[in-house]
């Protein structure tokens, strides 16, 4: 479960760590600036009720004492604080104020300027502002307390009506930024792998610019020299097989030649037979080699009439299968491609099911997922299924009822395979549920 909520692609799982990074940056940074609001919030209170508060004391204690209960009545406007006159210090059931806000209270009384002989003698405090309400008594020098009860409001963190959007705008900028940056990043790993797919299907294939940074500058440089290497290993291999097929034409003809004076006709016959059959295998081979070196311009072809025209080649090469040639399909349809190559690879594929299977039935899929597929399919005893990969071998052949007598050398296939994987496609056999063997062709739309 854990493997497969987690992103495979390197791209998310470095977006993904990222942005949890961010979160866990933006919720320290306003846990941070939260304390910090609420310590500044209750500094201001506490400096405005100290204000307010010694500025009442003053007035009523200068006023006669006759007269202090209506100074506090004229005082008591204020519906967040109200004076009182009383021979005790204010109670309750809240807690006494916390040492820290007390001195804290008590620096700031001083802001309001008072002779020293009318300065409060004691001082009583309870609650906080943490808690909306805070109780203050002063006693006045004739030994009578002026207790206030206040309403204090809360401090908040977030007082801002804006801070939300403002919060959450930043949060998406920055994710956008980072997923944009992300993917810039991991572009040029997404080009590797498809440099890599494409040269596992083209050998050919352009080699990668080696620009951007130096990381991937040497990267790419280090591709280009590995595919170059490898272009020029298999153009070995290919030109030495084509030179060696073709050395070999000149002594099976001079073998020919002096096979028509052997005398047992028995033996000039079989001698001849396995000679042809010599020559035919050499000239595949130098027909292998030369559709590995081809380099064909790509360009629009229609496929549906491709298909049919290689139908129609095949039932005039073969006039006595010709009723067994059927295609199934839509009219037109498009595509990219080589096309001589391609018309070879599926020309050997549909001559491979006449020859094998009697006869030849193309199904034509409309793309689907940016790919394109072709069915041919035959009527004949299949193909073990040990053997199905095998055949595409160069020069394997399944014995049985796909034996030489039958013709070939063991190439169609090899090459057809080749030619469809220079295409970025594929060929694969299967044997069909009713009988007979399907090819199934891909091909990029």
Same mark, same amino acid.
């Given at each position: 479960?854990?493997l ?7 791209a998310t799982r470095?977006a993904?760590?990222?942005?949890l ?18 310590d500044?919030?209750r500094?201001a209170?506490v400096?405005d009720l100290?204000?307010?508060l010694?500025l009442?004391?003053?007035n009523v204690?200068?006023?006669?004492p ?5 100074v506090?009545?004229?005082?008591n406007?204020?519906h ?5 006159l009383?021979?005790?210090?204010p109670?309750g059931?809240?807690?006494?104020t916390p040492p820290n ?6 620096v700031?009384?001083n802001l309001?300027?008072?002779s020293?002989? *009318?300065?409060p @003698? ?5 609650? =906080?502002?943490a808690?909306?309400? %805070? $109780? ?14 206040a309403e ?6 977030w ?8 919060f959450?705008?930043?949060t998406?900028?920055?994710a ?6 992300v993917r810039r990043?991991t572009a040029p790993?997404r080009?590797l792998?498809?440099?890599a797919?494409t ?5 050919n294939?352009?080699p ?8 991937v500058a040497t990267?790419a440089?280090?591709f ?15 030109e030495?097989?084509?030179a060696?097929?073709?050395?070999l034409?000149?002594p099976?003809t001079? *073998?020919?030649? @002096?096979?028509?004076f052997?005398e047992? =006709?028995?033996l000039?016959?079989? %001698? $001849?037979?396995?000679l042809e059959?010599l020559?035919a ?7 292998f ?9 790509v ?8 298909l ?7 039932g ?14 839509p009219?037109h349809?498009t595509?990219r491609?080589?096309p001589?190559a391609l018309?070879?690879a599926?020309?050997n594929?549909?001559a491979?099911a006449?020859?094998?299977g009697?006869?030849?039935t ?10 394109v ?9 299949g193909?073990p299924?040990q053997?199905?990969?095998?055949v595409?071998e160069?020069?394997?052949r399944?014995?049985?009822s796909r ?11 090899p ?6 994987r ?10 069909r549920p ?5 090819a199934?062709v891909?091909l990029?739309s």
């Amino acid at each position: 479960m854990t493997l497969r909520l987690f992103p495979r692609s390197l791209a998310t799982r470095t977006a993904l760590v990222l942005l949890l990074g961010l979160a866990v940056v933006q919720i320290a940074g306003l846990t941070i600036h939260a304390f910090d609001r609420m310590d500044i919030q209750r500094l201001a209170q506490v400096r405005d009720l100290a204000v307010r508060l010694m500025l009442i004391y003053r007035n009523v204690s200068l006023a006669p004492p006759q007269q202090r209960e209506d100074v506090l009545r004229e005082l008591n406007r204020a519906h967040d604080l109200v004076a009182m006159l009383s021979p005790t210090p204010p109670t309750g059931e809240l807690p006494e104020t916390p040492p820290n806000l007390q001195r804290l209270l008590r620096v700031n009384l001083n802001l309001v300027p008072l002779s020293a002989p *009318l300065r409060p @003698r004691e001082f009583s405090m309870l609650g =906080d502002p943490a808690w909306g309400t %805070m $109780l203050v008594g002063m006693q006045m020098p004739d030994g009578q307390w002026l207790n206030f009860h206040a309403e204090v409001e809360p401090p908040t963190p977030w007082h801002s009506p804006t801070f939300l959007t403002a919060f959450l705008l930043m949060t998406a900028t920055a994710a956008v930024l980072t997923i944009w940056a992300v993917r810039r990043l991991t572009a040029p790993v997404r080009t590797l792998a498809r440099a890599a797919d494409t040269l596992g299907r083209d050998v050919n294939a352009p080699p990668l610019p080696e620009d951007g940074p130096t990381e991937v500058a040497t990267a790419a440089a280090a591709f280009n020299t590995m595919a170059a290497r490898i272009r020029r290993f298999v153009q070995d291999r290919t030109e030495m097989l084509t030179a060696i097929g073709h050395d070999l034409r000149t002594p099976i003809t001079r *073998l020919k030649l @002096r096979a028509e004076f052997v005398e047992d =006709d028995e033996l000039r016959r079989k %001698m $001849l037979s396995d000679l042809e059959e010599l020559e035919a295998m050499v000239s595949a081979t130098l027909a292998f080699g030369r559709d590995a070196t081809a380099t064909e311009p790509v360009s629009p072809i229609d496929l549906a009439e491709l298909l049919q025209t290689v139908l129609d080649e095949a039932g005039d090469a073969r006039p006595e299968a010709a009723d067994s040639l059927s295609y199934d399909g839509p009219p037109h349809l498009t595509i990219r491609a080589r096309p001589f190559a391609l018309k070879r690879a599926l020309a050997n594929l549909i001559a491979n099911a006449i020859s094998y299977g009697g006869s030849a039935t193309v199904r034509l899929v409309p793309p689907l997922a940016g790919t394109v597929g072709v069915a041919i399919e035959d009527s004949g005893p299949g193909i073990p299924p040990q053997e199905l990969e095998r055949v595409f071998e160069p020069f394997h052949r399944v014995e049985g009822s796909r034996n030489r007598e039958t013709g070939g050398v063991g190439l169609g296939l090899p090459i057809a395979r080749n030619i469809l994987r220079a295409h970025g496609g594929d060929v694969t056999l299967s044997n069909r549920p009713g009988g007979g063997a399907r090819a199934m062709v891909t091909l990029p739309s």
